[in-house]
Structure formats: structure tokens, C-alpha cells
């Protein structure tokens, strides 16, 4: 550890900085082995409670910290992860991101980022990552990360948080995702509930990369209308996440008159359409409602206030990253998962339809 309290080579007025303890000073306190001190420190169950409770008092009086660098030689364990992303601005990337990280730093590991390209030459790219030691995370909710996260070696420490995958079907590594299928479903029965006849869908890309095969968001949406006996719409997007995006595809909707309910992939494309129906003269909810998906921080902010489904991206993050430590460290056992499910958030944008 640095020893501050020093600038440009005289030493400072203050009173001189104390060293830090160190885990020897510990054991001196302790009346113990430094090796018992560390084994308490990473909670290993062969100490007796009486000494482990002696250690911890001695680490809270001298005010011990771990050097982690120190831990990882020792440990043999590399006490960081990479992870793999195509985008880290998109709401529902950065929030797992944010879960990942605050995960990976209450355990002591740092956290590096490698933003994917469709440049990139992916094989490459895993390899490269891999060799930084550690363990790799794939946020792999597209299809550019879904390909990353195909491609990891076999014997290297690996987890992802994905798309719902199909069913009977499972991920190539350890991942956690949400039931957007089913959050889907629940959405567009919700329109249908308000009285509209259908429920046009703007979709997301989905993590298989092509037209014919449908994410579990379109799925959902599809499943409800047909369950109702209806005949599901052409969907439309599929090739963007943005507002743009979601405006483009807008313009096209506001123009049929019969377009009473849409159900959109995420905010973003929400907030396009939004835009889109004001500029066409059409009402929200009025004349048509709208409900996005995520719950991202702004739409309960926007005019009118966005119905929305509420997706816990941060839990998924922290269950992602429990995934991959547990095949770190052979010592950890990871907790059950926090991600429950999601909620339909009931706001201004989606309303009983007008006869």
C-alpha cells in the first residue's frame, strides 16, 4: 500500500502517516498463525469460533485491510473479469453493466469492458480477453454478443446474460435472463383487455440475427393474440434499439387509421413512436396506446408517462456475476437467484380504446 502524506519530496507538516497493519501484525494481536488469520478471511469453516472471533477483533483494532493483489498471488485466484458487450449506452445494457460491477467489486474483483464491433474479429477478440486471466462475462442480448459468447473456449470461467432462451433449449455457458416471453404476453393481453381488436408490435433485433427467427419479446406478443383468436400483425422493426429507429417505424403505423394499440421492444423505440403519433396529429392514449418495455429511468418522466414493463437488468447482473465466481473460486457456493420476474408499469400511455 502507498504511504501518502508527502508532495514534491519534503515531508509533510502533519504528523507522519501510520503504516497499515499488516496480516502478521494481526496474528501477533491475535496470538495466532498468519495462516489462521487467513484462513478466517476468506471464511473457511476449520476455525474454531472462540479463535475466529479473537482474529476479527484484532482486524477491527488495527484497522486491517486486504491488498488484493497480495490475496491473488497467494490465493491463486485472478481476481478479475472481462466483460464482453456490443453496446454500453442502451439502458439495458449499462444497468446489467451496473450490476456486474457492483457485484464484482463487493467480492474484490475488477472489472474490465471490451465493446464489441461487428469489426472485430471475433475469435480473436474471446482469445484476447481470455488471456487476461479471470473469467469472461458476455452481456448477450444480441446478436454480435450471442456470436462472442458461442465462441468461448470450453476451460475458460464463463457466464452471460442472455435473451429467454426458446424452450428446451439452454444457453452454451452458465447465464440468467428474464421471461420477457412472458412479460410479452402479459403486456399485449393487457391491451387486448382494454378493448383493442389487435395489438401492433415494433420489435427489437433479436440475439439470432435473422428475420425468421423471432426473440422471446415477439414471441410473447404473438402468443397472446393468438391465444385471443387473433391473427397477429405483420411485425414491424427488428433492425434498430433507438428512438430513430422506433420514429421510422412510427411514421408507418400512425398513417393506418385502424392502428389503436402498439406494444414497443424497449423504451427507446417507445419514445420513437410517441414522437412519431404526436407528429401524424394522433393522441396518446386517445387515440392509440403505447407501452414500452424496460422501465428505463425516463419513462415515467415522459407526456404522456410511459406504460412500461419494469426489468430488474441490475439483479440480472449481480446473479450473472455470482455464476461466474462460483466457478472462480471453488470455495463459493452462489445464492439462489434475486431476479423474480417482471412487472407491468400502468402509466398515462395506454388507455381503454375509443368506439
Given at each position: ?257 385502424d392502428v389503436t394499440a402498439i406494444l414497443c421492444g424497449n423504451d427507446d ?11 401524424a396529429g394522433r393522441s396518446v392514449p386517445g387515440d392509440v396506446s403505447v407501452i414500452g ?63
Open positions: 500500500m502507498d504511504v501518502t502524506g508527502h508532495t514534491s519530496g519534503k515531508p509533510s507538516s502533519g504528523p507522519a502517516p501510520r503504516k497499515a497493519a499488516s496480516i502478521r501484525d494481526v496474528a501477533q494481536a491475535a496470538g495466532v498463525s498468519y495462516q489462521t488469520v487467513s484462513r478466517v478471511i476468506n471464511g473457511h469453516p476449520n476455525v474454531r469460533e472462540e479463535t475466529r472471533k479473537r482474529v476479527e477483533a484484532a482486524i477491527g483494532a488495527l484497522g486491517f485491510r486486504r491488498n488484493a493483489t497480495a490475496f491473488a498471488l497467494a490465493s491463486g485466484v485472478t481476481r478479475s473479469v472481462t466483460v464482453l458487450t456490443s453496446d454500453t449506452t442502451l439502458y439495458g445494457y449499462a444497468a446489467t453493466l451496473q450490476g456486474l460491477e457492483e457485484a464484482a467489486r463487493a467480492a474484490g474483483y475488477s472489472l474490465g469492458v471490451k465493446v464489441l464491433t461487428a469489426e472485430d474479429d471475433l475469435d480473436r477478440t474471446v482469445s484476447s480477453a481470455a488471456a487476461n486471466g479471470g473469467g469472461l462475462m458476455v452481456i448477450g442480448f444480441d446478436r454480435l454478443a450471442a456470436s462472442a459468447l458461442s465462441r468461448v473456449p470450453a476451460d475458460v470461467p464463463c457466464a452471460a446474460v442472455v435473451e429467454a432462451p426458446s424452450h428446451g433449449q439452454a444457453p452454451p455457458r452458465p447465464a440468467v435472463w428474464a421471461d420477457d416471453r412472458e412479460a410479452a404476453r402479459a403486456a399485449t393481453a393487457h391491451l387486448l383487455q382494454l378493448g383493442h381488436r389487435t395489438v401492433h408490435y415494433v420489435a427489437i433485433p433479436t440475439s439470432a440475427g435473422t428475420r425468421r427467427s423471432e426473440g422471446p419479446r415477439t414471441q410473447g406478443w404473438r402468443s397472446a393474440l393468438e391465444t385471443a383468436g387473433i391473427t397477429p400483425p405483420e411485425p414491424h422493426g427488428g433492425k434498430g434499439w433507438d428512438a430513430q429507429a422506433g420514429y421510422d417505424e412510427g411514421r408507418r403505423l400512425a398513417d393506418d387509421p423505440l417507445a419514445l420513437g413512436v410517441l414522437r412519431a403519433l404526436h407528429h418495455f424496460d422501465d428505463a429511468p425516463h419513462s415515467g418522466f415522459l407526456t404522456p408517462s410511459l406504460t412500461t414493463v419494469r426489468m430488474d437488468f441490475q439483479g440480472l447482473g449481480r446473479d450473472a456475476f455470482n455464476l461466474l465466481r462460483s466457478q472462480l473460486e471453488d470455495h463459493f457456493e452462489p445464492p439462489a437467484p434475486t431476479f423474480v420476474g417482471t412487472d407491468l408499469m400502468i402509466r398515462e400511455s395506454s388507455a381503454p380504446r375509443h368506439t
